[in-house]
């Protein structure tokens, strides 16, 4: 977008929420946090490091930052030179008028990190004092005055910033260098010379920095990459090579020095405390006879959550996440060995710097995932226990629900604010019903769609004998309900008529593990009136 463009958009930005205030960092101490305003950030005095989504910044006086909500940012200030800065914290929302109707919109900013500006603007510093130093009389004058300085500001800065390519010079150049070629052989020398310094005084800048010599850098994004890898099928010369090593017997003596255990054991008897991200993740460790540290939770997304039995039964007493913004402050905190999270969950680099994390292909057959990671956690058993407990349930249901209804069709159908949404096989509720249940899709439903998203007119396209409804714990998604049950064509439905619609509970989370895949089946089971035993 131009600049202009820019401009334009700045001018129609409203603010809710404006904040001010001054901060000292803490000497040698490394301050984490997950932004949750906008924010401009002055650097007043001071030398340290920025490190905003994995992107590391040397700091010093008059350094301008412009963050935004969703940030990962950690600070680690300089013991002899703490980092003083100044911060406005703001809210706003974009108003836009289409077809003479105003309406809102989410905001962002063409550029954010570290600001290159075209030259240290004077009118941008004395709005930044004005906003520190002036003297707002009445409670309505200040917050408008603050609102319409920050403004003013934002526009200034947005005018006069120039794209910043990371990093530019000195420090910036041999950090970026290590984080990107940490594989590589690498010469402290080479990395003096990029930053401007002799070696000597290189290394103990970067000690002073960062609290550790380059090397030490350099060996623990290795490690942490190594650490990561293990958590594959990778033999260990492939990871040794991985990691710039080409000798593995030298890699496995280096590994088994930093981590007291070789490489092949470290799975198996130093990862203890295993952090996990993702829907059924936990499940799958319980599974296996461990206990996370952590788990998303799901309460928030179904309208009766119940506890898993795995659950009960280990007393789960790790950190909850919220599945709509995790607190990965509260993560750090819990020292993990490992995080294990699924490539459906967006990536976010910032995990890296808390403890070395593994992303699973996700699959919807959930013996493939717990096999998987029972190889690497020393944990078969477990996991061959549980593969023939749900072949033996699979076969017994399959059985009864064929002696008792024949050959019957069945669908799962979510309802939320803004869909209907119904799932076919290629998704974990279509392999509850259709691979362990022995139930069948409806003939004219799109076998290769793992769903298809319909409005009330559509409702009888692919009229199943079951219905297993979800809703979303919404107003909004209860009105979208209530329009579904009050329609003709839901009235007329084949599983309406005969009183064989169920509600779907919070199976479509618990189907995702495997303790949650057999309870799903019995409850599936108990909804179609099938017997257990």
Not at 384 to 397: G, K, M, N, P, T
Not at 420 to 432: A, E, F, I, K, V
Not at 438 to 457: C, R, T
Not at 471 to 476: A, G, K, N, Q, R
Request: aromatic share 10%; charged share 25%; proline share 3%.
């Amino acid at each position: 977008m131009e600049s202009n463009d820019w401009i334009k958009r700045l001018e129609q930005l409203y603010l809710s929420s404006v904040h001010i205030c001054q901060y000292a960092g803490i000497p040698g101490q490394a301050e984490h946090r997950v932004w949750r305003r906008f924010a401009v950030c002055r650097v007043m005095d001071g030398r340290g490091t920025l490190t905003i989504d994995n992107v590391m910044h040397t700091v010093s006086r008059d350094d301008w930052f412009m963050l935004s909500p969703g940030m990962h940012v950690e600070l680690q200030t300089d013991i002899e030179a703490p980092v003083r800065y100044q911060l406005i914290l703001f809210s706003g929302v974009g108003l836009v008028r289409t077809h003479n109707v105003w309406r809102t919109e989410a905001f962002d900013f063409p550029i954010t990190g570290k600001l290159k500006l075209s030259s240290i603007r004077r009118d941008i510093q004395e709005k930044m004092d004005r906003l520190f130093y002036k003297n707002f009389t009445g409670a309505e004058s200040e917050n408008i005055g603050k609102k319409y300085l920050v403004h003013q500001l934002l526009i200034q800065l947005m005018t006069y910033v120039q794209p910043f390519s990371q990093p530019q010079a000195g420090m910036d150049l041999a950090i970026d260098y290590m984080t990107h070629h940490y594989t590589k052989e690498i010469r402290i020398h080479d990395m003096a010379r990029l930053a401007g310094l002799s070696v000597n005084h290189f290394i103990r800048s970067f000690k002073r920095q960062f609290g550790m010599t380059p090397i030490d850098y350099i060996l623990k994004l290795r490690m942490n990459r190594a650490k990561q890898l293990l958590f594959s099928t990778d033999k260990i010369k492939m990871i040794a090579e991985q990691v710039g090593y080409k000798d593995e017997h030298y890699f496995s003596r280096v590994f088994k020095k930093n981590e007291g255990v070789a490489p092949a054991f470290y799975m198996k008897n130093k990862v203890s405390r295993i952090a996990t991200l993702y829907y059924g993740l936990d499940d799958v460790v319980l599974t296996l006879g461990l206990k996370p540290v952590s788990a998303l939770s799901y309460v928030q997304r179904v309208a009766h959550p119940t506890l898993m039995p795995a659950h009960q039964a280990n007393s789960f007493q790790g950190l909850i996440l919220d599945s709509s913004g995790q607190n990965y402050d509260k993560l750090k905190r819990l020292q993990p060995d490992l995080i294990i999270t699924s490539d459906r969950m967006k990536p976010n680099e910032s995990l890296h710097h808390i403890a070395p994390t593994a992303i699973l292909k996700h699959t919807n057959q959930v013996g493939e995932s717990l096999l998987y990671m029972a190889d690497i956690m020393g944990r078969k058993e477990h996991a061959i226990r549980w593969i023939e407990q749900h072949a033996d349930l699979s076969h017994v249901l399959q059985k009864r629900i064929h002696s008792e209804w024949g050959r019957q069709s069945a669908m799962f159908i979510r309802v939320s604010s803004q869909f209907y949404r119904m799932y076919g096989l290629h998704n974990q509720t279509g392999s509850l019903l259709y691979d362990d249940m022995g139930l069948h899709m409806p003939e004219d439903y799109p076998s290769e769609q793992w769903a298809v998203e319909m409005n009330i007119n559509d409702v009888q396209l692919y009229n199943a004998d079951h219905l297993f409804i979800m809703v979303d714990p919404t107003e909004e998604a209860r009105i979208q309900l209530q329009r579904l049950l009050k329609s003709d064509e839901w009235m007329t439905c084949k599983a309406v008529l005969e009183g064989r619609v169920y509600d779907a509970g919070d199976i479509f989370f618990q189907t995702l593990g495997p303790t949650g895949r057999i309870r799903a089946m019995k409850y599936v089971a108990k909804k179609l009136g099938v017997a257990l035993g």
